[in-house]
Nanobody, 124 residues
Framework: QLQLVESGGGLVQPGGSLRLSCAASGFTLDYYAIGWFRQAPGKERERVSCISGSGIRTNYTDSVKGRFTISRDSAENTVYLQMNSLKPEDTAVYYC?????????????????WGQGTQVTVSS
């Protein structure tokens, strides 16, 4: 079965850290750009970060720059999102998505695979 599986979410205090994982099964991520998205209650889903298929290029939405780091491990067939200095406004369900392209798609409907999501809650 071809799928993405996220893990690593949970409850963390403000200022804390989490590392999310996005593991692929049934296919290799090597030729896919991967985006991390999040959706908070009552808000639209937004892209937080993207990493190119080569792993060389990355970008981040302004609100997470300097705090989040995206990376990929071909041997593990996994993409990670390291989240530091977490804030309550980072609370959301986080999803990873893969698109067969060198860079992330602008339209969320163009992604080939989506994970089921993992909840991140930042609260004291």
């Amino acid at each position: 079965q071809l799928q993405l599986v996220e893990s690593g979410g949970g409850l963390v205090q403000p200022g804390g850290s989490l590392r999310l994982s996005c593991a692929a099964s049934g296919f290799t991520l090597d030729y896919y750009a991967i985006g991390w998205f999040r959706q908070a209650p009552g808000k639209e889903r937004e892209r937080v970060s993207c990493i190119s298929g080569s792993g060389i290029r990355t970008n981040y939405t302004d609100s997470v720059k300097g705090r989040f780091t995206i990376s990929r491990d071909s041997a593990e067939n996994t993409v990670y999102l390291q989240m530091n200095s977490l804030k309550p406004e980072d609370t959301a369900v986080y999803y990873c998505a893969a698109v067969y392209a060198s860079w992330c798609a602008s339209n969320q409907h163009d992604y080939d695979y989506w994970g089921q999501g993992t909840q991140v809650t930042v609260s004291s």
